[in-house]
């Protein structure tokens, strides 16, 4: 028996504001579908970030019902557990709810499993990190972990959209061996690069996103490609073959160093000269350390090679060279996180103050206060008495 896991489509995803963008990641949601129906497959599980944002553009749910429909004609099983993107932080329908009429099963807390003869898949929606995650998603785990114990469960497929440790360093929900041992495919979600690995029973994978969402992918897709799993379970374990998609739209990534204009036009037609290209790529010069007018330099490249590349980005950091964008917010965030534990020395009071700020930095004012009444209501402040004790004194 095989199956498709796929992951982080995110489709209406707008990338550089430009339109030609958005349809890349439509083209790589047909190709997937064209190759699931060409490849026969029956089952398909995807595991979260379906759509860029709890209210995609028109285009994007007419593209999803386009693809979802043509599956569901050919009487394939589609699976799915909402994401992080996909899910609304108000009250209010998912847009993956409006599917539900082509048999799309939308796995959630309350709705964890489906059964295709005696193979089970169960699935629980993306839970933000936040304290109580970790107890809250583990109280779960161990929920269907029992499940497939009792309940005729010959193949095991957990489907779960988190980040984890070791494969995400900071901001994870769980460790990898929080995860129950008993199943065969872990079907993963979040992480945008692909990784497989042995656990438990099995494989846990992450199939990756479908297109090139953040600038810190372009490496990543030059070594494994984007696109899907094919999963085969008729061995003892589970066959995970990469099928790359086509028509992902290359990206570049120059670091000019020198201040020469004349090395950076050799540089640009190094990569021109090269190789040929199926869509016009998209080039990001980083400048390190050096303030220049971007927008001017930007403007004249753009004119300059706009038969050769959609876009043309200057991406400066005034950080040394090799200190990643990712790696300055990490320590940024760790930052805050240190003065606050310095002062409270609570993990569970901090962790609590952090999603206070960062809900009220998004404006969302609703979530900080459910957040808040849920400590009340739970208790959870009481146990924080004494952190505040001991900075008063
Ligand atoms: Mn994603």
Redesign the pocket.
Known sequence: MQFVHLS?T?LGYMQYGLEDREQDFYEAFNEIIDRILSEHIRIVIHSG?FFHTPRPPIRALKIAQDGLLRLHERGVHVIIVP?G?DTLRRRGLPPLSLYERFGIKVLSRSNFYTKIGNLCIIGLQHYPKIYWSNPELRKYLDKYSSFVENNDCAKRILVMHQGLYPYMKYGYELTIDQLPKNFDYYAL??L?KRIKVSYGRGILAYSG?TEI?EMSEIEEYKKNGKGFYIVDFSGDVPDVQNVNLSCIRPQYEIEWESVKLEDLLLAIKDILEKETFAKKPILHIRVYNRLIDRLTIEKMFGTRFKNNFLKIRIVTSLEEKSVSETLILDRERLDLENILLNRFKNNELVSFINVILSSLKENDVKSAINISKKVFDEGSWKRWIDAFKEVET
């Open positions: 982080d995110h970030d994401g993107h979600g979040h945008h996103s969402v």
